[in-house]
């Protein structure tokens, strides 16, 4: 961005179908790093490797045609909830398009619908509720099978009801997958393998939740943050009765 570093020796590594969560502050360069990952964005300085091959040598196609990525609202189509999954996979069989929908909970909705997934989801998916639009991406992300599931803020402004239901399908879904995990709630990613937690495009601390609970630097206090966020609203909820 001009002259401004957003990221700055950033080091880390990501075992073969691990979860790793990164974590920090708005502004901290945790989206720029999916940026990099997926080629949208190349590093002025180092490298970034995939089974020990630097990406700069990987046609962007092929790099990206083993990354998934689902991001606060992917764009959906004015056309049927099974044609917006096979959009993910053009050569997609239904039996491929029915397990993404297992797994997904796109069932769990469109089996009440008339038509179930032949129902059209409306201009940008306005048939449907936010948390439903997001379950018709994690689907269409899913059928794709990439062995590299990116995750930017998958569960912003979602009602927690939803939120409980896409987190569930989240863990079915990055099973066996090497998984990236950017979320502004803690609770969503505390038993990651792995959580790197960003600061000002620099990488601060490194370990499992609960070691980083433990050392009391910046993890610690975004998680009491989060947590006394929590108890206010559940205070001003109960103040509305």
């Not at 570093?5 to 179908?17: E, P």
């Not at 995939?50 to 959906?76: A, C, K, M, T, W």
């Not at 939120?163 to 995990?181: P, S, V």
Request: hydrophobic share 35%; charged share 25%; proline share 2%.
């Amino acid at each position: 961005k001009g002259n401004k570093k957003i990221l700055d020796d950033i080091t880390f590594s990501i075992g073969s179908s691990q979860l790793v969560a990164l974590v920090g502050k708005s502004g901290a360069g945790k989206s720029s790093i999916l940026k990099l990952i997926t080629g949208i964005l190349s590093p002025t300085n180092g490298r970034i490797f995939i089974d020990g091959v630097d990406i700069s040598y990987i046609d962007p196609n092929e790099l990206r045609s083993n990354i998934s990525i689902i991001i606060q609202e992917n764009q959906l189509f004015d056309e049927t909830i099974y044609e917006n999954i096979k959009i993910g996979k053009l050569d997609a069989t239904k039996a491929e398009i029915l397990n993404a929908c297992d797994i997904s909970y796109v069932k769990e909705f469109s089996d009440n619908m008339p038509k179930k997934l032949y129902t059209k989801v409306g201009p940008r998916g306005s048939n449907l509720s936010g948390g439903q639009r997001q379950r018709v991406n994690i689907a269409r992300a899913l059928v794709r099978n990439c062995p590299i599931l990116l995750l930017d803020e998958p569960t912003t402004a979602l009602d927690s009801k939803s939120e409980e239901l896409l987190q569930k399908a989240f863990k079915k879904a990055t099973l066996n997958k090497t998984t990236i995990y950017i979320s502004h709630k803690i609770s969503n990613i505390k038993n990651a393998n792995k959580i790197v937690v960003i600061d000002k495009g620099k990488v601060v601390e490194e370990g499992i939740h609960k070691n980083l609970i433990n050392n009391k630097k910046l993890y610690y206090d975004l998680y009491n943050l989060q947590q006394i966020e929590g108890k206010v609203n559940w205070i001003l909820k109960e103040d509305n009765f």
